[in-house]
């Protein structure tokens, strides 16, 4: 095996500065010459977004929630295939999971079935030496997690950074890769799901990426990270199970691409390419017709941003019914959802029509409606589950979908599902169709189960 290297980058707590530092290393080592190839731990859309906006390399999702352990190994295999180096960007806190199971969905976890080793990102700002406590707390909680370096955030001057790494390397025995300052014009903006989407920011951007870089070289020992992240070995599985490369011969797949629709994990765009589909994208905002196609897909993204000009392009929601009337199958998945009903209220109580696939209306709310991780068993027969059989998924959005119609899924969001008997947190009801269009908030990742895309692909091959 080519020697390639790979490391999470992990945080004491969220807000600790894990993407801004992941962005910055990543375009370091780009500047290099490197072949880099960014993760990031999780079902988050967002952080993936400003890895591509940085390297211009699609960010996977690794998430040990939807994902068995050998298919999430072989979507790892196949990401790092023709790349040098993995960078992942870590979730939360490093113990951080699904319930109090620090071996659960965290970044830890993660490290330990990767066989890769974490560099703890610690906030160096307004401390000096009880940063060895923090760190050497991080240290002790599982010393099976192989911490090779801390990196400090947000430490301005060399003197307070040769104090801090003075403390941590004396007490913990672990190096100090480097710093890096409060750099206030690098700043990610964010509105009400987290991080504004770098489609929105990417050519403002660039100049920042560029000064980041510069820091991250004068201030991190890159070659010392490199030296301390060689990868021995890649991790055991592979995703030759999860789909039949026959299935999607000839098949066209529309799919919703704009700064309303970007919502996706790269892999499930992978796993219908490997299919044997094609994907053709398109605009609802822009467009007026549909590319010819036998499946539409329409994702996650911000349709309340956009409601105006969504609601004012009556040719592509007269596409869409009409794509409906001829049997095509299509799958909406919360955005998708929104833009697909009757009606939607902005957050200002500002009614927009919609395509009007689904009977009923999404409205804004001002907090969360339902958040986190969840399993939805199918009530009937729908295009990926038969009734009975259950979606692992996620859901994060602040509307909520008012609605006669009858549900398709119920949904349960456990307090620790890797209990014996688990106790229920919330369960709740929601994902609708109309003939062969199923829409719903919950985001699902397609390499979860072996064919899961089967019945789907099958509902499309009868229009060929």
């Known amino acids: 095996m080519q020697q390639k290297h790979t490391f ?11 993407t801004t530092v992941t962005l910055g290393i990543l375009r370091a080592l780009m500047n290099r010459s490197l072949r880099v190839q960014p993760f990031k731990i999780g079902p988050d859309y967002l952080d993936g977004g400003w890895h591509r906006a940085v390297t211009g390399v699609a960010s996977r999702n690794l998430d040990a929630f939807m994902l068995p352990e050998p298919i999430l190994n072989g979507l790892f295999n196949h990401a790092m295939a023709d790349k040098e180096i993995g960078v992942i960007e870590g979730v939360m806190g490093l113990y951080d999971g699904y319930g ?10 993660m490290a330990k079935q990767l066989g890769c080793p974490v560099v703890l990102l610690v906030d160096g700002k307004a401390v000096s030496t009880s940063i060895a ?33 003075q403390a941590i390397e004396g007490y913990c025995g672990i190096p100090v890769l480097g710093r890096l300052p409060v750099m206030p014009e690098i700043t990610l903006p964010s509105r009400h799901l987290g991080l504004i989407p770098a489609q929105e920011q990417v050519s403002q951007r660039e100049e ?29 599985g592979n995703i030759d199970s999860l789909i039949d490369p026959a299935m999607g011969q000839g098949l066209t797949l529309a799919l919703a691409a704009d700064e309303a629709f970007h919502f996706y994990y790269p892999d499930n765009l992978l796993l219908l390419e490997k299919a044997g589909v094609t994907i053709k994208r398109f605009s609802p905002l822009h467009d007026h017709r549909l590319p010819e196609c036998q499946m539409i897909y329409l994702g996650g993204g911000y349709p309340e941003i956009y409601a105006q000009s969504l609601s004012s392009n009556h040719a592509m929601h007269l596409a869409l019914r009409q794509a409906q009337h001829k049997g095509i199958p299509i799958y909406a998945e919360c955005g998708g959802l929104m833009y697909l009903g009757d009606t939607l209220i902005d957050a200002d109580g500002v009614r927009h029509d919609m395509v009007g696939l689904i009977a009923g209306e999404s409205q804004m709310g001002d907090h969360l409606q339902r958040f986190g991780y969840c399993e939805a068993t199918a009530m009937c027969d729908t295009p990926f589950v038969a009734k009975g059989e259950t979606l692992r998924g996620h859901e994060f959005h602040y509307s909520d979908f008012i609605t006669t119609n009858p549900p398709v899924f119920q949904c349960v969001k456990w307090c ?24 719903s908030y919950l985001h699902i990742h397609f390499a979860q189960r072996p064919h899961l895309l089967h019945r789907w692909l099958m509902m499309a091959r009868r229009l060929l």
Request: aromatic residues 6%; charged residues 15%; proline residues 4%.
């Open 208 to 236: 920042c990426w560029t000064r980041l870089a510069q820091q991250i070289e004068a201030l991190v020992d890159l070659d010392k990270l490199l030296a301390l992240t060689q990868l021995s070995s890649l991790p055991k």
């Open 133 to 165: 406590a923090t760190v050497m707390g991080f240290q002790q909680f599982d010393p099976t997690v192989n911490i090779v370096g801390v990196l400090l955030n947000r430490v301005n001057r060399d003197s307070h950074f040769q104090l801090l790494k």
């Open 8 to 18: 999470v980058i992990a945080g004491t707590g969220s807000g600790c500065g894990k």
């Open 100 to 109: 109090t199971d620090p071996n659960y969905c965290s970044s830890a976890a």
């Open 416 to 439: 620790d599902p890797k209990e014996t008997l688990k106790t229920v947190q919330k369960s709740w009801q929601g994902g609708y169709q109309n003939g062969n269009t199923l829409a």
